[in-house]
């Protein structure tokens, strides 16, 4: 069935116009084309009225001949999803029949089939082309078009389709009759490129679908048509102005690197953008734009584009803004060439008379070289300009105007950090030291040293006060070894044995040997000193003393006593003049009127100090008067027994 045609009035000349496209109605129109939907077109040309602007025009080209000719073209192009049309209209008018403001002709194009829906675009100009041409995209109407759909039989069985939101997602419903058979199609309408399908369905009535809010793009347009033979199709593309397609577009939006030196926007639709190269420093920074010397550049999506570089580097990366806003940035080397370097970008900028000026691009801007700014690139000015004259940078772009090299910082950073390394270590084996040294005295004064004490068990109450001795001691803290502790090794191996095995683990440890005199101890030692050892059993099977002084008296008979013994006794036991002299090359002290250089003594030069000594001595003090007052007191008085372990005692700190 014939659908209405159309009127497409221009004028042309120095500055061709639309006058009007509009429909006829009329049954003359339908009489001059076959079925289907065509467009007849009619074309009126008009000088510009416009005198003073020919006037213009006329000053500055030759005044033409009469009998030359008004040239003009016009391109119609037709584009809808299925197909695309174009045609070229060559007209020439005499120009003794152009006439200021007035119409010369008209020229029919009958007939031009096109989709319905389609868009038609119109492109028109003149022979010589003047200042301005024209160039105009019109929307055909389609079956959503109330007189559309009431003139044209195939769009009665159409599907109507409806989108409305349903939170963050979108549903296409399909006013559908059950059972009705109709192609669904979803796809990129882009009008520079091919189309390109996303989604087909061949579906049954009726019907909704559901799109997520994250496949909306701008240009995502859906179509449907009866699986019918040449059937009518309807698109609509209803997120053309939806705010959430726009921001979908730009983060489906990816740049690519086409090597060596092209690289390519790729995008599902057209968008307007432009870019610019940026460099971005080793630190974090944010890129800075290389413009000027470069300038941006409009971008095609989906378009091979072309650096102006003469090599790639990691650190140049590309920057795409929309209106004046940043939407992509991508360093696109960096896959190839590594991670960024820690370069300086050099800016050089070429004047008349072959002047040339050098800075360093910086976050804080680009720095002259030879500044007295106190950044990075003026420090190390100089030997940067002898990197470059060493042929050490390397170019990355060049042209009159300027270049743009990339000198390595590495060597420079290498230096002030070995400094800086240099002075750490430095600093590191200091601490280190005095942490030794501190660790050595804190092991010193925290670990407990060894004492042996060897005594005569002279009687059980001699044997009480030397284990409330042993236990005080303990506190200090020290580790005490005594036979009194030890019965079940002393009669397993024997006094002699134990003895042996206790000195060298002692001495080993820089520990020390306890004399501590009593009346029978002197009395054994001068048994020894004149040659009359006591017979093995005599003292006991647990007295070690007896036993021990085999071993001790040759030390101090050879001299190697001294650090290694220390003597001791109760001065209201015993006298000291009743200790036998060769005992006296070490200190040989009272108990208790001289415990401080006693316990001095016992736990050697990393002792505690004289103030927290002097307490601990009047503790001891305190533990050992008890038993000292029951070891003197008569036979048959009353005693209160005490423990003579390790526990024994109040408690020393």
Same mark, same amino acid.
């Given at each position: 069935m014939p659908v209405p045609w159309f009127l497409l009035s221009l004028a042309l000349g120095r500055s061709p116009v639309v006058l009007s496209l509009?429909?006829?109605?009329?049954?003359?129109?339908?009489?001059?084309?076959?079925?289907?939907?065509?467009?007849?077109?009619?074309?009126?040309?008009?000088?510009?009225?416009?005198?003073?602007?020919?006037?213009?025009?006329?000053?500055?080209?030759?005044?033409?001949?009469?009998? @030359?000719? +008004?040239? &003009?073209? %016009?391109?119609?192009?037709?584009?809808?999803?299925? !197909?695309?049309?174009?045609? #070229?209209?060559?007209?020439?008018?005499?120009?003794?029949?152009?006439?200021?403001?007035?119409?010369?002709?008209?020229?029919?194009?009958?007939?031009?089939? @096109?989709? +319905?829906? &389609?868009? %038609?675009?119109?492109?028109?100009?003149?022979?010589? !082309?003047?200042?301005?041409? #024209?160039?105009?995209?019109?929307?055909?109407?389609?079956?959503?078009?109330?007189?559309?759909?009431?003139?044209?039989?195939?769009?009665?069985?159409?599907?109507?389709?409806?989108?409305?939101?349903?939170?963050?997602?979108?549903?296409?419903?399909?006013?559908?009759?059950?059972?009705?058979?109709?192609?669904?199609?979803?796809?990129w309408n882009q009008f520079d490129s091919p189309t390109k399908p996303w989604w087909h369905r061949n579906l049954t009535g009726p019907h909704t679908i559901t799109l997520n809010h994250t496949d909306l793009v701008p240009c995502l347009c859906i179509q449907v048509w009866p699986l019918e033979p040449d059937s009518v199709r309807t698109s609509i593309c209803p997120f053309r102005k939806d705010p959430r397609a726009h921001r979908n577009l730009w983060r489906a939006a990816r740049l690519q690197l086409l090597p060596p030196r092209g690289w390519r926007l790729e995008a599902p639709c057209s968008l307007p953008a432009e870019a610019t190269l940026c460099w971005q420093a080793l630190g974090g920074d944010p890129c800075q734009p290389l413009v000027p010397p470069l300038s941006r550049e409009n971008v095609t999506v989906n378009e091979a584009l072309e650096f102006p570089l003469l090599k790639g580097h990691p650190n140049l990366c590309v920057q795409v803004s929309s209106w004046e806003k940043l939407?992509?940035?991508?360093?696109?080397?960096?896959?190839?060439?590594?991670?960024?370097?820690?370069?300086?970008?050099?800016?050089?900028?070429?004047?008349?008379?072959?002047?040339?000026?050098?800075?360093?691009?910086?976050?804080?801007?680009?720095?002259?070289?030879?500044?007295?700014?106190?950044?990075?690139?003026?420090?190390?000015?100089?030997?940067?300009?002898?990197?470059?004259?060493?042929?050490?940078?390397?170019?990355?772009?060049?042209?009159?105007?300027?270049?743009?090299?990339?000198?390595?910082?590495?060597?420079?950073?290498?230096?002030?950090?070995?400094?800086?390394?240099?002075?750490?270590?430095?600093?590191?084996a200091v601490l280190f030291l005095l942490l030794l040294l501190k660790k050595d005295h804190v092991k010193a004064a925290a670990r407990s040293r060894a004492a042996l004490l060897l005594y005569s068990a002279d009687d059980e109450g001699f044997e009480r006060l030397v284990g409330a001795l042993a236990s005080a001691l303990c506190q200090l803290p020290l580790r005490v070894a005594v036979d009194l502790w030890n019965r079940r090794e002393l009669s397993a191996h024997g006094p002699l044995a134990w003895f042996h095995a206790q000195r060298r683990r002692t001495l080993q440890e820089g520990g020390v040997v306890v004399l501590l005199f009593s009346p029978g101890a002197v009395a054994l030692c001068h048994e020894w000193l004149r040659g009359r050892a006591p017979a093995p059993g005599v003292h006991g099977p647990h007295d070690a003393f007896a036993a021990s002084l085999s071993c001790v008296l040759p030390d101090f008979l050879q001299g190697r006593a001294p650090g290694r013994y220390v003597g001791a006794f109760f001065e209201r036991l015993l006298r000291a003049d009743a200790v036998p002299a060769l005992f006296r090359a070490v200190p040989v002290l009272a108990l208790p009127s001289q415990l401080p250089d006693f316990l001095r003594a016992l736990q050697g030069p990393g002792g505690p100090r004289p103030g927290r000594l002097a307490d601990r001595a009047e503790r001891v003090s305190r533990a050992l008067q008890p038993a000292l007052d029951s070891c003197l007191r008569p036979p048959g008085t009353p005693e209160t027994g005490r423990g003579m372990g390790p526990g024994a005692g109040p408690g020393l700190k």
């Open positions: 509009e429909r006829i109605v009329g049954p003359q129109d339908t009489a001059r084309c076959s079925p289907g939907l065509s467009c007849h077109l009619w074309g009126h040309w008009e000088d510009p009225k416009d005198e003073e602007g020919l006037g213009k025009v006329a000053d500055a080209e030759p005044e033409e001949p009469r009998n @030359a000719s +008004l040239q &003009a073209q %016009v391109l119609l192009s037709f584009h809808s999803y299925t !197909t695309a049309r174009c045609v #070229l209209l060559e007209v020439e008018v005499p120009a003794a029949l152009v006439q200021p403001g007035q119409s010369v002709g008209s020229v029919v194009f009958d007939c031009f089939e @096109a989709a +319905l829906g &389609a868009e %038609v675009q119109i492109w028109s100009y003149t022979q010589p !082309t003047y200042q301005k041409e #024209l160039n105009f995209t019109q929307q055909l109407p389609d079956c959503r078009g109330h007189e559309i759909r009431d003139s044209i039989q195939s769009c009665w069985a159409l599907p109507w389709l409806n989108v409305s939101a349903d939170g963050d997602d979108v549903q296409l419903i399909l006013d559908v009759s059950e059972e009705q058979h109709f192609g669904l199609s979803l796809y939407q992509l940035q991508e360093c696109l080397w960096s896959d190839s060439l590594g991670p960024l370097k820690d370069d300086m970008l050099l800016v050089e900028t070429r004047g008349p008379q072959n002047n040339r000026s050098l800075c360093a691009l910086e976050p804080s801007g680009c720095t002259p070289l030879l500044s007295g700014a106190s950044t990075r690139a003026a420090r190390l000015g100089e030997h940067l300009l002898q990197d470059l004259q060493s042929g050490q940078c390397l170019q990355l772009w060049d042209s009159d105007l300027g270049a743009l090299w990339a000198c390595p910082m590495n060597k420079y950073t290498h230096q002030r950090w070995a400094l800086v390394w240099l002075a750490c270590l430095l600093l590191a």
